[in-house]
């Protein structure tokens, strides 16, 4: 998101354009008009608004959620004196109004807009609206405020860009004068926030650990503050990843909803918040930043700091419509993936540490004959490196175990049609390298002796002037030499005293600044590169990373069982196509169950589909499934990468329901899973959801991952014609009446598949 240039003009005497998308003839003047003179800026799109009136001091936020339609004058009046809240007693004697910048001179004792001092003083912000602009596009539109602090010697910029999509980007830059006072201004915290109507009082956020990332927790929006702080240097197994606040007992199908994500890499602020006097006409609030550590943020004059963008998206429809404005926008990257995402076999859960080449060899042969598009060499092919205790840091071929260079592998991945991809951990170093040997001062860490390892490992200093370019050229180099297509970029420790210098100066953000520059560098020298953020599995799916990479890795754990879940969530902001899901071995490597092979290759079809097992062990008939399943993958790809996440509310948490539509509701893809047992015999009729009502399709049941197994003597009757492909069915029986499931045991899942054959 690009800000707009400066524009010192007041805001009254310029013109603009409230709404992107011209209004018809005859239409009144209003929030959708250009009007030099108006006091109202709307930005609209995909049936959603923000509405701002630039008011004196500070402006204030009218309204933030569905579209208001084309206002007259007269409507647009409305809408500003109904934005003046009641004076209550016992309170400031002016209305408590919700600004772009609320603080305490707005009497406003919620969380502030930022905080931040100079030299001990200047300790309460008192900013003024100095001129705005607004830039229209096809659909939403930027509007940028400009405010100042005299006091402090601060210029504001607060920028509002809606998307097509209807998501809304808020970034702000804050900058130093430089005809300031030299003494640098301790910047604490910048806080977004927006409005919540009374309605919104239940809150969805997330939790986690490795292996069971993004597991889901709802409460009450009461009074107070509900605030999620990440301090892990990255947003964590435990990130709470999109917060989102809604009508009670919203879900994925219905409720209205409000949502936050905070597009960052490393320590996040997320909160909702309530008081008893309201944010003005509004009851509470929703926002998010980064969590800056005390000193890391001094403003010489002259020196700026942009927040990370905080993405806004209201939905009416629950939590699919915000999925589905999420995916949009991110389908709308410039480097969103094109072309089809190629199946991929990792090594690591095949040989672990055991790097030997004919192994290796023979495991590319039989990922190659089983439709492997990608071969990705993991951990252990460096110098040093025959356990996870030493060698990160030393990113050169290892020549006691790879004495020709990974050449003879690479080109026999190649010659079977297979692109070569590898995985990497450039943040990280063992104390036992030859680089922590000959650059001790390149491990980040206290002046007086870096603290404990995270699995025998310690963080490399990237604001480090030496170890940086060191990182850019060892990887340039690999990427070159051996035209590597893929890296799996891994992030396995937490930063714990992330400080640098003799001073022990905080470079938290600094470390995530020069993680970007590192990405955006290599991808500048390799634009066909492909990159994927892996973080100890999980530990960093954010719109910041993904704006330089190409997927994400979910979670460390296979165990299908516990995949529909994370993936389900993952969902919810990022699109199937940038996920990684594998399938692993029957045995799970992170939980040791056994799982049944349509479970298995159904939950690993929906997303950037791989494997993860040493297909040199399996049997025939295994292979021959899995042969099967990349097959079909490739056949129903551009549905599953291209159509929208659909997922139905269910009664019963031990059932599931999730497929992907096509956007015209020409085909869809579902799967009916049963992760575990429940009270429950039948099931009744369940909704199939994103389908035409109007339409008829042929429903299909999938059998090339074998059928499951079912608890039940007979099933339905209708599945019999679907195995035959020879059943039609109005879509008003599947996606509003709904059908009867057959009932699955534990473990278990369905695929059906449906098309549009013609309106009923």
């Known amino acids: 998101m690009t800000l707009p240039p400066h524009d010192p003009r007041p805001a009254a005497g310029r013109a603009r354009v ?32 923000l509405v701002v009136e630039l008011t004196e001091p500070v402006p204030k936020i009218l309204h933030w959620g569905t579209d208001l339609g084309d206002l007259s004058q007269d409507a647009l009046a409305a809408l500003a004196l109904t934005g003046e809240p009641a004076v209550l007693n016992n309170s400031v004697d002016i209305p408590r109004r919700f600004t772009v910048w609320p603080t305490e001179a707005d009497g406003w004792s919620g969380t502030p807009a930022h905080e931040g001092r100079l030299a001990g003083a200047f300790t309460a912000p008192r900013l003024s609206l100095t001129g705005s602009s607004y830039h229209p596009a096809a659909a939403g539109g930027e509007l940028s405020l400009h405010l100042t602090d005299p006091g402090a010697g601060l210029d504001a910029t607060v920028t509002y860009r809606l998307e097509p999509s209807g998501v809304l980007g808020v970034r702000t830059e804050l900058t130093r004068r430089p005809d300031a006072d030299s003494a640098p201004y301790d910047l604490a915290q910048v806080t977004t926030l927006l409005p919540l109507p009374r309605r919104a009082a239940e809150i969805l956020d997330f939790t986690g650990k490795w292996s069971r990332e993004r597991s889901p927790q709802r409460r009450p929006l009461g009074f107070g503050t509900h605030s999620r702080e990440v301090r892990r240097g990255k947003p964590g197994l435990d990130s709470p990843y999109l917060m989102a606040v809604g009508v009670p007992g919203f879900g994925f199908r219905a409720g209205e909803v409000w949502a936050v994500h905070v597009a960052w890499s490393g320590d996040q602020r997320y909160l909702a918040e309530q008081l008893p006097e309201g944010a003005g006409t509004h009851a509470g609030v929703l926002g998010g930043g980064e969590l800056l550590r005390a000193g890391e943020i001094r403003l010489a004059p002259g020196e700026s700091y942009t927040s990370p963008v905080c993405h806004f998206a209201w939905s009416d429809q629950g939590l699919d419509g915000l999925a589905d404005r999420f995916h949009t926008l991110v389908r709308a990257r410039p480097v969103h993936p094109r072309g089809p995402r190629p199946v991929i076999l990792n090594s690591w859960e095949a040989v672990y540490f055991d790097h030997d080449l004919d192994r290796l060899l023979r495991l590319a042969d039989r990922a190659a004959e089983v439709g492997v598009e990608r071969f990705v060499l993991d951990d252990g092919w460096f110098r040093g490196r025959r356990s996870d205790d030493a060698g990160l840091g030393d990113w050169t071929v290892d020549p006691v175990v790879w004495p020709e260079g990974l050449t003879p592998l690479v080109d026999q991945v190649r010659a079977l ?344």
């Open 18 to 49: 409230n709404r992107a998308r011209p209004a018809g003839p005859g239409d009144p003047k209003g929030l959708c008009m250009s009007d030099s003179t108006a006091r109202i800026h709307g930005l609209c799109a995909a049936g959603t608004a």
């Open 417 to 760: 049609g297979m692109e070569f991809g590898l995985w990497v951990e450039p943040e990280m170093v063992n104390l036992d390298s030859d680089l922590a040997r000959e650059h001790p001062d390149w491990v980040l860490g206290p002046a007086r002796g870096v603290g404990p390892p995270a699995r025998h490992q310690h963080v490399l200093d990237l604001a480090n002037s030496d170890a940086w370019p060191y990182l850019l050229d060892s990887l340039d180099d690999l990427v070159e030499k051996y035209g590597i297509a893929y890296l799996k970029w891994d992030h396995n420790r937490e930063l714990h005293e992330s400080v640098h210098g003799t001073t022990d100066r905080p470079v938290a953000h600094a470390q995530v600044v020069a993680l970007y520059r590192l990405v955006d560098a290599l991808r500048e020298r390799h634009p066909a590169l492909e990159i994927e953020s892996c973080a100890a599995g999980g530990g960093r799916v954010d719109l910041g990373i993904l704006e330089r990479t190409d997927r994400v890795w979910a979670s460390d754990c296979n165990d299908p069982v516990e995949r529909q879940a994370i993936q389900r969530w993952t969902g919810l902001l990022v699109p199937p196509e940038l996920v990684g899901t594998h399938v692993g071995p029957r045995t799970s490597h992170t939980t040791e169950r056994v799982g049944a092979d349509p479970l298995r290759l159904a939950t690993a079809l929906f997303g950037h589909a791989g494997i993860e097992q040493d297909l040199t062990r399996c049997p025939p008939e295994e292979l021959a499934r899995l042969t099967a399943w990349t097959a079909l993958h490739r056949e129903l790809r551009p549905l599953l990468h291209g159509g929208r996440t659909v997922r139905a509310d269910l009664a019963d948490e031990s059932t599931l329901l999730h497929g992907v539509v096509a956007y015209d509701g020409s085909a869809a893809l579902y799967c009916w899973a049963r992760p575990a047992t429940s009270p429950e015999g039948q099931y009744g009729r369940v909704r199939l959801p994103g389908l035409a009502a109007e339409a008829a399709y042929r429903v299909r049941v999938r059998t090339e991952l074998g059928l499951p197994s079912f608890h039940q003597v007979a099933g339905p009757a209708w599945p019999a014609a679907a195995l035959d492909d020879r059943l039609v069915l109005p879509g008003s029986v599947l996606t509003i009446a709904g059908l009867p499931l057959p009932n699955l045991n534990p473990g278990q899942a369905l695929l059906l598949e449906l098309r549009r054959v013609m309106p009923v």
